[in-house]
């Protein structure tokens, strides 16, 4: 997902940096791997994440082993929303999460859900919502966003909580249903899924992707990356915008110093959610 929705940026910053910039994908452990190359890094501006703010806000929390935590971070911006959706099989038995939180009431524990790993984002949602309607449903974790749309396809599982990405092409072929959406608002390549709120289940939980940079490097240098970025939205914005549209993202603009605080205010914020569902 991350390589994917920050693509667009990458090919076009080189554009205001004079130099090229090559994309190392590091996946697995819910982007703990990436974040950790990055905060050992030397802070000269040459190692960048591109990553979404889960690594950051979620995973210090969970690992107590992890060899970062936020303020092992200088924030650049924040470029990205994407959604994270409940999906289930077109032809299964729900045709809206009413019908799906009905069924999970009078049969507890009985139906499976799985995200792309525990404690994820997509985890973390999908427990606050199942807090909020009264229903308990057996957690099986996948290996990946797109293991756990595979899962729910092949009938393993009856649910997914997962990120649009890797969901959307399935909803649009008609093989996967989106019950609802984890967003302020509906999302425009999926009009017809309500939000959890409108559902009457308050659970708002965007994902955010952007550029951090290893914790002492100069301000002059995050200066001119943050540059950079900022004219690739100037000049690029309809480049950025077509592609993102395309899998169910939008293009945001968050500076240097907002990207800070947005990052502490989710760290804060997941720590409450997982407080609030850990064993």
Request: proline share 8%.
């Amino acid at each position: 997902d991350t390589d994917n929705l920050l693509r667009p940026f990458i090919e076009k910053m080189p554009e205001y940096l004079g130099q090229p910039m090559t994309f190392v994908y590091k996946p697995g452990a819910a982007g703990t791997l990436g974040a950790g190359l990055v905060g050992s890094a030397k802070p000269d501006g040459y190692t960048l994440g591109g990553l979404s703010q889960s690594a950051l806000t979620i995973v210090p929390h969970v690992q107590k082993d992890v060899s970062f935590t936020l303020q092992s971070f200088a924030p650049i911006a924040c470029l990205v929303e994407s959604p994270i959706l409940l999906v289930a099989k077109a032809d299964g038995p729900w045709k809206n999460l009413k019908e799906m939180v009905a069924e999970a009431k009078s049969k507890p524990g009985q139906i499976n859900f799985t995200t792309a790993g525990t404690y994820n984002i997509g985890h973390i949602a999908f427990e606050a919502f199942a807090k909020r309607a009264g229903i308990k449903m057996n957690f099986i974790p996948s290996q990946g966003s797109a293991p756990s749309i595979t899962a729910v396809l092949g009938g393993h599982v009856h649910l997914a909580s997962a990120a649009i990405v890797p969901a959307l092409p399935h909803i649009q072929a008609g093989t996967l249903r989106a019950l609802a959406v984890y967003s302020a608002n509906r999302v425009a390549a999926l009009p017809d899924a309500p939000t959890f709120e409108e559902m009457g289940y308050p659970v708002v939980i965007p994902v955010y992707y952007g550029f951090i940079a290893p914790k002492s490097t100069p301000k002059e240098v995050i200066e001119k990356l943050y540059l950079a970025t900022q004219k690739v939205v100037e000049n690029h914005g309809d480049f950025v915008n077509e592609r993102l549209s395309k899998m169910g993202a939008r293009r945001i603009f968050i500076g240097t110093g907002e990207y800070a605080n947005l990052l502490k205010s989710r760290y804060e914020y997941y720590g409450e959610l997982i407080r609030g569902i850990k064993p």
